[in-house]
């Protein structure tokens, strides 16, 4: 379903009372807010659901191996290597198998901990790896006993089926397991509940959220494994004993923390489906990432303006335009809103604040044309700066629009004495003189005082040179 108020936008907000569907843009969105509200009536509305709207995990593969390489996770990942080799070296030199496997279960905790506080961190929308000391606080809940009591279950699962069904049934046990076992430790990361993890009403619920997509999913955690298992093969085949250890957890480590990220994105894009609140202000950034407080304002004044409600429209407009990025855009809208409800107040004063826009050179058709519907409402009007009329001048490009120039140009020196940009709107003035009416001696005159009277400043070149030009025709 697409937004009421933005046709080529999918709308992810519903507001009940009103009946109106809206996307992302026209919002109210504001810190702390479980829902967002709706722009008309300030009631809380209701979530159509976000998973086509946040950018698909299959589109950001190229994106998902550039996570370990963010700096928490390099520090992580530099403090893990260092751990690998003391624990490697600690082994090496105590021949007791139960030391050897506390020192194990101590890196597997650490890795456990790192791990699931990514994929936590990333489901709701905060794509910077955490820091080690971040991952202390999320283990409170004892994730790596958790974890290996899920592997023991598994394990104990697996051996039960051998006794029952031979290795036919194993293989088939294993298969079965390989592809539960995303929305396994999805659930299990969300939720930090063991049991949670392995209700098999609660693993189809999670892959029937995702859809046919957790075939993607499944086989994206299936390359990582199986790469990190040829990995793990060729570093133990070419490298000496006392460095296998260390590349291989590395290896482990870069690996899981990929993994846990494209799980952590996956239950972000489907948490409206899993069922998985999100902070709303962290998708409203997340999802768009560039739309400022003004644009938003620029939205809501579209629908303001669709609902009638124009005072509202005017008000959202002039908060927009206190940005330079959307200040034409905005007083314009506001001008053009005015010249309908043929406010002749409000359109001048909206009309003084898109005039005195410093970026108005870039938008000289559209000022030229809105500054004719202007004088349509009022044949007295005409900018109070002389950058604007220098603008408008250069767009007068026909013989029988003089009488715009002549009414531009009537005042400039009186009026506009100090201001800077009075010899460019004299210029303009010549230029159109010389090269639309063809009235060299005019223009002649016009460039004469120019130079005369404003000797300094990047217009005297071209005054000169178009003298020069008028003078030559003149002759």
Not at 51 to 68: A, G, M
Not at 210 to 234: D, E, H, K, Q, R
Request: charged letters at 20%; a negative charge.
């Amino acid at each position: 379903m697409d937004c009421k108020y933005h046709d080529n936008k999918q709308a992810l907000w519903h507001c009940e009372e009103c009946d109106i569907p809206f996307c992302m843009d026209c919002v109210e969105v504001e810190a702390q807010m479980s829902a967002p509200r709706c722009v008309l009536c300030r009631r809380y509305l209701a979530s159509y659901g976000v998973s086509q709207h946040v950018e698909p995990f299959w589109n950001r593969l190229n994106t998902f191996y550039q996570y370990p390489l963010q700096k928490p996770a390099k520090s992580f990942l530099l403090f893990y290597a260092i751990a690998s080799l003391v624990i490697g070296f600690l082994i090496d030199i105590i021949p007791i198998g139960f030391v050897g496997l506390i020192l194990r279960l101590a890196l597997m905790a650490m890795l456990v901990s790192y791990v699931f506080s990514v994929l936590s961190k990333t489901a709701k929308g905060d794509f910077i790896a955490p820091t080690y000391d971040q991952t202390v606080t999320y283990d409170s809940d004892g994730m790596t006993v958790k974890v290996i009591g899920l592997f023991i279950l598994l394990f104990l699962g697996g051996v039960a089926i051998t006794g029952k069904f031979s290795y036919t049934g194993l293989y088939l046990y294993l298969l079965f397991v390989a592809f539960i076992i995303p929305a396994v430790l999805v659930t299990l990361g969300m939720s930090k509940h063991l049991s949670s993890s392995i209700n098999p009403l609660n693993i189809l619920e999670t892959i029937a959220g995702i859809g046919f997509p957790y075939l993607i999913l499944f086989g994206l955690v299936t390359v990582i494994t199986y790469s990190l298992s040829w990995a793990t093969f060729f570093i133990n085949y070419w490298l000496p004993d006392p460095v296998v250890f260390l590349m291989s957890q590395t290896a482990t480590g870069f690996f899981y923390i990929m993994m846990f990220h494209i799980l952590g994105y996956v239950v972000y894009q489907y948490h409206a489906e899993l069922g998985y609140g999100v902070d709303i202000e962290v998708l409203a950034t997340n999802e768009n990432a560039d739309l400022t407080v003004e644009q938003r304002a620029m939205a809501h004044a579209d629908i303001y303006i669709q609902e009638g409600r124009y005072q509202d429209a005017k008000d959202k407009l002039l908060e927009a335009g206190q940005n330079l990025k959307f200040q034409e855009a905005a007083y314009h809208k506001l001008v053009k809103l005015n010249l309908v409800k043929q406010d002749m107040a409000g359109t001048i004063k909206a009309a003084k604040l898109y005039f005195d826009n410093p970026e108005l050179k870039s938008h000289a058709y559209n000022a030229f044309s809105l500054y004719q519907q202007i004088r349509r409402l009022e044949p007295r009007f005409r900018p109070m700066n002389a950058n604007a009329r220098a603008i408008l001048i250069e767009q007068v490009r026909h013989k029988n629009q003089a009488e715009e120039v002549a009414w531009l140009a009537q005042d400039l020196e009186e009026k506009f004495a100090q201001d800077p940009n009075l010899p460019q709107a004299l210029l303009a003035q010549a230029k159109y003189f010389a090269e639309i009416e063809h009235e060299d001696t005019k223009a002649a005159t016009i460039l004469k005082q120019l130079i005369e009277n404003h000797p300094q400043g990047a217009h005297r070149f071209e005054a000169e040179q178009l003298l020069k030009a008028c003078q030559a025709m003149m002759a």
